[in-house]
């Protein structure tokens, strides 16, 4: 049960003033506290719900010593919105010289996404041990493409001024029901246990913002915002914004986009060789989910079992599980939560082609 709770903060977006991580191991125990959440314990910190072994240890290693390059990606994300696809797409994209995305021995054949594209707050940062953190990115080769579910505003605001960011939203209902029947499927491997978390909690959490990474609105709010700070003033942050059920009604035209925008955009060559097909059949959850390193058994190297990401990849299915009504709810809480920001999730779980 939550322990204690305040006031929701006022919906503020990116324009937050930069917190500080001095001292936050103890300042966590008295932050507000959410255990209705499986399976991380959620404390409240600048108008978020975070796991609160993230928030005391892996964000402050994080902004203690990561330093980002100019030639480095962040996929971003609320938690269930696109995560391991993207992270499939831009690595198969960024590494396509050295790992034809045809051959047989390609990484994404061999690894989970999750374990080939390192999360900025976990890893070394989440077990406490900075140097390790620091050294574990420093190693990897430029360019390097990392992920983060930490809120834009989290971000370090080194991150902000030197990183491109390709943030994927998707529809809130989508990604509630993904998140519900993760911690079912993942079961055993995370920590809890298939009935831990009733869809009707996971709904009421949801709506209230109190859930894993929340509220997912503000989540997007502030990627949404900051995409568009960039097209009116190049020094503030690039951030790509894109929509899960627009990726799978266009993958090739979306992933073009994105290697545009990630600084190794196509050549006519390759698009008329296929490169851009190959990386998506490549990424696609049919081919992901049939490799043996994502087949039931094995885990990750978070202990995560590694099918758990892979389940129907639509859009609009949540109709599957929750009822029009709890639907309607949803809808309603989000876009009261949005109501003047200039965003809407308005038609986005049109069922797509898949
Ligand atoms: P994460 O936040 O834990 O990394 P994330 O990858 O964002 O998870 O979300 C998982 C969802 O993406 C699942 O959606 P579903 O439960 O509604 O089916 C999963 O099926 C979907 N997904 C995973 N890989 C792909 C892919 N290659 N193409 C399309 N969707 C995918």
Redesign the pocket.
Known sequence: MASSSTEDEPLQGASAAAPTYAGMADLVPALPLETRCPPFALRQYGGFWLPEAALRRGIPALHAGFVPRPEDVLLA?F???????LM?LAFATAHRATHPPFSGDHPLCRSNP?DIVQFLEVGAALAGRTDAAVAELEALPSPRVLAT?LPYSLLPARVHAASRIVYVCRDPK?AL??YW??TRSASGSVGVDAESLPLQQAFELFREGRCFYGPQWRHVLEYWEASRRRASLAAVANVLFLRYEEM?LDPAGNLRAMAEFMGCGFSEEEVAGGVVDEIVEL???EK?RSMEANRSGRRNASGIRSDA??????AG?WRSHMSPEMGRMVDEAVEDALRGSGFSFAGSSTPARQ
Request: proline share 4%; net charge positive.
């Open positions: 994300s938690p269930k919105s696109g995560t391991t696809w499939s999750h579910h989508d029901v993904s029947l993760f799978l990424c696609s959850l992901l990401f892979f389940r129907k990849g639509a299915d």
